[in-house]
């Protein structure tokens, strides 16, 4: 799982590096990091056990694509400027994370 892992905490750096929130050597960012990895990692089960228990199946698309979302907003906003790249860096995670929850449901 280490590949997926890794991917989904490169792309949350990396937001976390065009918020504006924390400044360039914020020791906040590599615990905002691992918060958000921990939320999304969370969510994914919490939706797992939930979709077992009442029969209503949700793909990991969707789940990748809604809590990608609230991760983002819990960062705060972008600078205006960094708009594209917070986009592509979204879309990016978005993608490995689903990725990595595709890997979860194989184990």
């Keep these: ?3 997926e892992s890794c991917g989904v905490q490169y792309h949350l750096r990396n ?4 918020c504006p929130n924390f ?9 905002l990091v691992t918060e958000l990895y921990e939320f ?20 990991n ?18 600078m205006e400027f960094d708009k594209k790249i917070w986009k592509k860096e979204i879309n990016r995670l978005q993608k490995d994370l689903e990725k990595l929850y595709d890997r979860i449901d194989d184990i």
């Design 15 to 18: 937001l976390v590096d065009l």
């Design 61 to 78: 698309r969707k789940i990748s694509q809604n809590y990608v979302k609230l991760a983002a907003l819990k960062m705060g906003p972008c």
């Design 23 to 31: 400044s360039e050597h914020s020791e906040e960012k590599p615990e």
């Design 40 to 59: 999304l990692i969370h969510e994914k089960y919490s939706i797992k056990k939930t979709d077992l228990a009442f029969g209503l199946p949700c793909s």
């Design 1 to 3: 799982m280490c590949p």
